[in-house]
């Protein structure tokens, strides 16, 4: 099993709905959780972290953490075709040399 | 804009070239990190430095040296590059050094280099 997994998609979705991104990982001792969103060519963008569980919003943007179940998520709401990216789950791995794990990334597109 | 300037922004070598890439943040972040990147493949971890010191190696070849002078620089020195070796080369801080829990990681720009 993958230390972090997403879908990674495509995912379409049309201008102005809801789109929902997942991430599950596997250790329980994890504590930080990140989303970041990275256009084609270019780096990494902080989107999102969360700490505790529930939700966070910002924006149209709300991260959500079941921590019993081991898994993360991103809405955006009233999706823009600017969200096409690919979007980046990193959750912390709090033993050993206690990194950042990446998951694949889930290419996301918006269709007008 | 980012906080974390890389440079060059490009860079093609030879595989007998040495050359280096430069990376500097002034957030007063204590820790930054190299990541190298390939297409449609996640940030790959390569080096963690902690309080100006190297704190993880991810088991990188030799041919990759890491160094911090002070707290906002970091450099990766380039020595015999393979081809395999062109990728996105990503520098990142974080406002605290890697722990039970993590700070946000900042990128930069990063540095796409080509090795012919």
């Known amino acids: 099993q993958k230390e972090v997994e997403q879908n990674s998609g495509p995912l379409s979705v049309p201008e102005g709905a809801i789109a929902s991104l997942n991430c599950t990982y596997s250790d329980r001792g994890s504590q930080s959780f990140f989303w970041y969103r990275q256009y084609s060519g270019k780096s990494p963008e902080l989107i999102m972290f969360?700490?505790?569980?529930g939700d966070k919003e910002d924006g149209r943007f709300t991260a959500q953490l079941n921590k019993a179940s081991q898994y993360v998520s991103l809405l955006i709401r009233d999706s823009q075709p600017s969200d096409s990216a690919t979007y980046l789950c990193?959750?912390?791995?709090?033993?050993?040399?206690?990194?950042?794990?990446f998951g694949q990334g889930t290419r996301l597109t918006i269709n007008p | 804009d980012t906080e974390v300037t890389q440079t060059p922004k490009h860079l093609v070598m030879g595989m007998t070239n040495k050359k280096s890439l430069k990376c500097e943040q002034h957030?007063?972040?204590?820790?930054m990190y190299w990541y190298k990147q390939k297409a449609k493949k996640p940030p790959e971890l390569m080096f963690v430095y902690s309080y100006e010191k190297l704190s993880i190696n991810e088991s990188v070849p030799s041919r990759f040296s890491p160094e911090c002078p002070n707290s906002s620089l970091l450099n990766l020195h380039l020595h015999a590059l393979q081809p395999e070796d062109s990728a996105l080369y990503l520098c990142?801080?974080?406002?605290?050094?890697?722990?039970?829990?993590?700070?946000?990681?900042?990128f930069g720009n990063g540095t796409r280099l080509t090795v012919t």
């Open positions: 990193a959750v912390n791995s709090p033993q050993g040399a206690q990194k950042l794990v």
């Open positions: 969360i700490y505790s569980n």
């Open positions: 990142a801080s974080s406002q605290e050094a890697p722990g039970p829990t993590n700070s946000p990681l900042h």
């Open positions: 957030m007063g972040h204590r820790a």
